[in-house]
């Protein structure tokens, strides 16, 4: 999916959210539990609920890998399902890889070949040659890993230089130099919400994918205030808020309320900012 | 596997040699691409001829991923086999994974219960929370990325703060508060060979997993000048070199002489430091 398209996805539905299918085994309802692939058939629903309001999805491969074999086949589904069914939905791989050059490349045949995904999260800390083979493909994503929204983002990516640089800004302006904004989107955790301000100083026009933004879009308001660009510029994703709204029979229903509340709130900001 | 067992097999064997299973369906022997798992056969065959000179194996998870289930198989009767046929030959799942607190452990799970291996390969870019999920497991490792092999690893991990410490060195001062070398080791490119000295002096006793040592040995005795221990603290990964030794028939026997090679000097090594 290009840039463009992405946008015109946003501005058509008047959403930007991304929802993450991190779909536990252990956490789905009881009565899916009988079915041949329960994690599939969770997916199918909830991914049947909340299509109208949201433009991508988010698949975390953990959740998936560590079901074996079966984890593997229910994500290749998942995939297949989407592309099929709703084509004009970005799909990430939540993978966050990243090696050496010619393994890098063998990641990168793996999400964009044989599962033909959008967009793949990919690690910066083995730097350019561990990335560049994910860029090699027109139309689709890397999301690079720059400021998590997690406690331990504090052990390295705030590492400061002698002028007062700080590591997440050093994987923006150095990863800047390998792809421009219609390849490479940020992870940008929502937890350090008066940041976006200091990260759009140095990618001002950056799709930036935000994590952490709860259920009841507290965050969300601050977000876009120092986020949103003039064509959005952001994906901002909920995985337990939406997927797990309920456990009961009604957890499909109970998604599609969570996600059209978060929609509502993305279509007043996307006014607000005229886009 | 404890510390203790694996410095005994290093003593016994005479070997701190790790043969990388960088198993390309593109580069494996024409004559062994008629059966049903080419990969496994394949695997199978270096395994048996490499094991007497080696004390670990490094499955790189990218190799089999790119091969979708098929490929996920693969690895899990590669495992299985040595796990069965070498069970103390140490498991390394190089994988690179790394996510939120939530995430790390179904990650964990994935390597350490579903597939059962020794050791993973752990990125730091998300820090503590991210990598101790992993250290949850009594006897297995995680093997932390820190200063790798490849071009990349001038773009972040000599990012200097002010007081010229760079991030690889941050990277093992601040994890060696989230477990001992019982637990953790670090992956140390070899290319890197005089900045084993450096290394030392922030992590003296931890082992260190050295990518980069070609079949020639080359770099080798210098690995081994500043970076042994008295314990030994290396272990010397091996992949192309080894396992694509000869594209014919006799792949197997190749693979064999060329680690046999690497042993050879690895065994005169230890006994010049009295191991």
């Given at each position: 999916?290009t840039r463009k398209e992405l946008i015109k996805n946003i501005k058509q539905r008047r959403s930007f959210?991304?929802?993450?299918?991190?779909?536990?085994?252990?956490?789905?309802?009881?009565?899916?539990?009988?079915?041949?692939?329960?994690?599939?058939?969770?997916?199918?629903?909830?991914?049947?609920?909340?299509?109208?309001?949201?433009?991508?999805?988010?698949?975390?491969?953990?959740?998936?890998?560590?079901?074996?074999?079966?984890?593997?086949?229910?994500?290749?589904?998942?995939?297949?399902?989407?592309?099929?069914?709703?084509?004009?939905?970005?799909?990430?791989?939540?993978?966050?890889?990243?090696?050496?050059?010619?393994?890098?490349?063998?990641?990168?045949?793996?999400?964009?070949?044989?599962?033909?995904?959008?967009?793949?999260?990919?690690?910066?800390?083995?730097?350019?040659?561990?990335?560049?083979?994910?860029?090699?493909?027109?139309?689709?994503?890397?999301?690079?890993?720059?400021?998590?929204?997690?406690?331990?983002?504090?052990?390295?990516?705030?590492?400061?230089?002698?002028?007062?640089?700080?590591?997440?800004?050093?994987?923006?302006?150095?990863?800047?130099?390998?792809?421009?904004?219609?390849?490479?989107?940020?992870?940008?955790?929502?937890?350090?919400?008066?940041?976006?301000?200091?990260?759009?100083?140095?990618?001002?026009?950056?799709?930036?994918?935000?994590?952490?933004?709860?259920?009841?879009?507290?965050?969300?308001?601050?977000?876009?205030?120092?986020?949103?660009?003039?064509?959005?510029?952001?994906?901002?994703?909920?995985?337990?808020?939406?997927?797990?709204?309920?456990?009961?029979?009604?957890?499909?229903?109970?998604?599609?309320?969570?996600?059209?509340?978060?929609?509502?709130?993305?279509?007043?900001?996307?006014?607000?900012?005229?886009?």
């Amino acid at each position: 999916m290009t840039r463009k398209e992405l946008i015109k996805n946003i501005k058509q539905r008047r959403s930007f959210l991304c929802v993450g299918l991190d779909t536990d085994l252990a956490k789905i309802p009881d009565h899916l539990l009988g079915s041949t692939d329960p994690m599939f058939e969770f997916n199918k629903a909830i991914i049947d609920a909340t299509a109208p309001y949201c433009v991508a999805y988010k698949p975390n491969t953990a959740f998936y890998e560590c079901q074996g074999i079966q984890g593997w086949q229910t994500l290749e589904k998942t995939v297949a399902y989407l592309k099929e069914k709703y084509p004009s939905h970005l799909i990430i791989a939540d993978a966050k890889r990243g090696d050496i050059g010619n393994t890098s490349k063998m990641y990168a045949a793996t999400f964009f070949e044989q599962m033909n995904v959008d967009a793949v999260t990919v690690a910066p800390y083995m730097g350019q040659d561990s990335v560049t083979p994910f860029l090699e493909y027109t139309g689709k994503w890397v999301v690079l890993l720059d400021l998590t929204s997690n406690k331990g983002s504090h052990d390295f990516q705030f590492f400061t230089d002698s002028d007062g640089m700080p590591l997440w800004e050093r994987v923006l302006r150095v990863s800047a130099e390998w792809a421009g904004d219609d390849q490479m989107m940020y992870v940008v955790g929502a937890t350090q919400g008066s940041m976006f301000q200091e990260i759009r100083r140095v990618a001002p026009t950056s799709f930036l994918l935000v994590p952490g933004v709860g259920a009841q879009g507290g965050s969300l308001e601050e977000v876009c205030r120092y986020g949103m660009t003039d064509e959005c510029g952001l994906l901002v994703n909920s995985s337990r808020g939406i997927i797990y709204a309920s456990k009961g029979t009604d957890f499909a229903e109970a998604a599609e309320a969570e996600a059209r509340k978060l929609q509502t709130v993305m279509a007043g900001q996307l006014d607000k900012a005229g886009i």
